[in-house]
């Protein structure tokens, strides 16, 4: 076995040892309950809406219009909020978390590359969001049709729902790997990182009204091309303001957000090299 | 040589405060303690060795190895924190476990390595327990465990006699004193100056984030000419023997103690030994012990540094 085979093994099985402490983490944690709150508040929203249309028998509404009020429910609360404020909350404690608890040091005194310590942690986080949002994505559009009964069933399995709901759950766990390296650097270079992550926020919030080129220098907008429903905003006052910009291919965006998650990585794994142990700060 | 702990010229600022200021040491295997009040930089030191911080300026290397490279370097330096902290929900067992997975031991070993370190710290009784549940001491324990699972060959331990029972202090001293009798770097932070005694092949004494003097304790002591050296002389008539040594010149004080000592200070020690066995032989006393009396941390810590450090 050749030299570089073995580290790579060796990597991949302190990775392995780091999965098992962080996940546990990441899942079982008491500041994980409003995490779970925030990435199954769509399950709630459209279980709730079926519910209550079977409860009334309020059948005016097509299954078009409510795939059109899960695409907005999607674009407007779970990408912006919910993934949003989940990833802040998972990612920007994987470091930060640890120094405020004074524990990172566990790590940091074990014989683990800082780089492999970084990339597991961050795999972790990865793999506590996607599981979270993807199945809170997947679920809250399997309900939201619930109620028209076989012909919600027809739409999925017999017409495009299955698709769509494949571009869902795609462009959910897309948002984890976009958000979540991003609130992992924040969450290395700021002792408060809420404050960087409400200026995100509102970047991502006012891509819309910005010119085009700087569309391109955000998540959301990457984001946004890859749903299979788009949610018209340029309507009402604002809709002046609004620029429009050709939406990015998927075949574009789901590389390109791939690779700005890869470099602000290896932008982390630099700083991971040089992290001391501040505890004091 | 790659056979040392070294500091390099090594400057550590947090910010404008001074962490330890150009600092030169070369650490032997033994045991090295280091000494001084707290703030003197004495945890600064063991965290530039073990990579947690960076120096400002200069180089440190442990057995060769920088400390930016932990993957080389915790495979044979352990380092027993005065963190406190623990990760969340973790038994004893489970924490050694883990951490021990982190240095690529697969499961039995991993395992045989965590009982083995509980053994010796006494912990097996309490292994299953949460560390959140464990007292002071226990805490300490167990970190001394992580420090020793994976049979470093460097020990780093800060104040790692803190909150220890009686009992168990002097088990860990014993354990401290065999690991420098088999050659291992013992590098002990301490406050507690009759304990770095007992336990130390060597000292660095630590003042301001300055390291005052280094050495074995004697050596040190020696190099303070002007305190004189305090000798304790245990005889049968400490009267005469008091007298005698007065008329040379070589004696400053001579007191007589209520248990018989005879308590000497000397500004020659060479010339102060020879009159004593002058006497002796010419007087006939019979001696039942000659000690120095001041050669001990303490003492040259006080001669050196003063009251202000506050060490105890």
């Known amino acids: 076995m050749t030299r570089g085979m073995t580290q790579w093994r060796l990597w991949m099985r302190q990775c392995a040892a780091i999965l098992r402490l962080e996940l546990k983490k990441n899942f079982f944690s008491r500041r994980a309950w409003w995490i779970y709150l925030l990435a199954f508040a769509p399950v709630l929203l459209t279980g709730g809406h079926s519910l209550d249309s079977m409860r009334k028998g309020r059948w005016g509404c097509s299954i078009g219009e409510d795939v059109m009020i899960y695409a907005g429910i999607f674009q407007f609360f779970y990408l912006r909020l919910g993934i949003y404020f989940g990833c802040v909350g998972i990612f920007t404690n994987l470091f930060r978390g640890d120094l405020l608890e004074k524990t990172l040091h566990y790590y940091l005194l074990a014989p683990v590359r800082r780089e492999v310590l970084l990339a597991s942690k961050y795999v972790a986080g990865l793999l506590a969001s996607v599981v979270m949002f993807t199945t809170s994505a997947a679920l809250a559009f399997l309900l939201v049709g619930y109620h028209f009964g076989s012909a919600w069933q027809d739409f999925l399995f017999r017409g495009p729902g299955l698709g769509y709901l494949g571009w869902y759950a795609l462009t959910a766990a897309l948002a984890c790997v976009g958000y979540g390296a991003v609130f992992l650097i924040l969450g290395m270079i700021f002792n408060n990182p809420m404050i960087p992550a409400a200026v995100v926020m509102v970047w991502e919030a006012m891509n819309w009204l910005l010119p085009s080129a700087l569309k391109k220098v955000s998540v959301i907008f990457y984001l946004k091309s890859l749903c299979p429903t788009e949610v018209p905003v340029d309507e009402g006052p604002w809709a002046l303001l609004a620029v429009v910009t050709e939406p990015t291919p998927a075949w574009l965006a789901v590389p390109g957000l791939l690779v700005v998650a890869a470099l602000i990585l290896v932008w982390a794994a630099l700083r991971a090299r040089k992290l001391e142990i501040t505890y004091s700060e | ?312």
């Not at chain 2, 509980?118 to 001491?137: F, I, N, P």
């Not at chain 2, 009759?194 to 390291?211: F, K, N, P, T």
Request: with cysteine; charged share 25%; glycine share 10%.
């Open chain 2, 1 to 312: 040589m790659n056979d040392r702990i070294r500091f390099d010229n090594v400057s550590r600022f947090y910010g404008d405060v001074l962490g330890v200021n150009r600092v030169h040491l070369s650490i032997p295997p033994g045991v090295t303690s280091l000494v001084g009040p707290n703030g003197s930089g004495k945890t600064t030191l063991m965290n530039l060795m073990t990579g947690l911080i960076r120096p400002t300026r200069g180089e440190v290397s442990v057995l060769g190895v920088p400390p930016d490279r932990p993957q080389e370097l915790f495979r044979f330096v352990g380092y027993c924190t005065q963190f406190d902290a623990f990760p969340k929900g973790l038994t004893g067992y489970q924490f050694l476990y883990s951490y021990l997975r982190l240095h690529d031991h697969g499961h039995a070993e991993a395992d045989r390595l965590a009982w083995e370190a509980l053994d010796r710290v006494s912990m097996r009784e309490a292994a299953h327990r949460r560390v959140a549940a464990y007292s002071k001491g226990m805490r300490q324990r167990i970190k001394l465990a992580q420090a020793i699972a994976h049979l470093p060959r460097v020990l780093v331990l800060d104040e790692p006699l803190n909150g220890l029972d009686p009992m168990a202090r002097a088990e860990t001293i014993a354990l401290f004193q065999e690991w420098g009798r088999q050659g291992l770097y013992v590098i002990v932070s301490s406050h507690i100056l009759h304990e770095v005694d007992r336990i130390s092949d060597q000292v660095v004494l630590l003042s301001h984030g300055y390291v005052v003097a280094e050495g074995q304790i004697h050596d040190v002591r020696s190099e303070v000419k002007e305190q004189p050296l305090t000798v304790m002389v245990r005889c049968g008539e400490p009267s005469l023997l008091a007298s005698r040594l007065f008329r040379e010149n070589y004696v400053v004080e001579a007191r007589v103690l209520e248990d018989g000592g005879l308590l000497i200070r000397t500004r020659d020690a060479e010339g102060f030994y020879l009159l004593l066995n002058r006497v002796v032989v010419e007087d006939g006393l019979e001696l039942e012990s000659v000690a120095p009396a001041d050669e001990d941390v303490g003492s040259v810590y006080q001669y050196l540094i003063g009251g202000a450090g506050g060490a105890a």
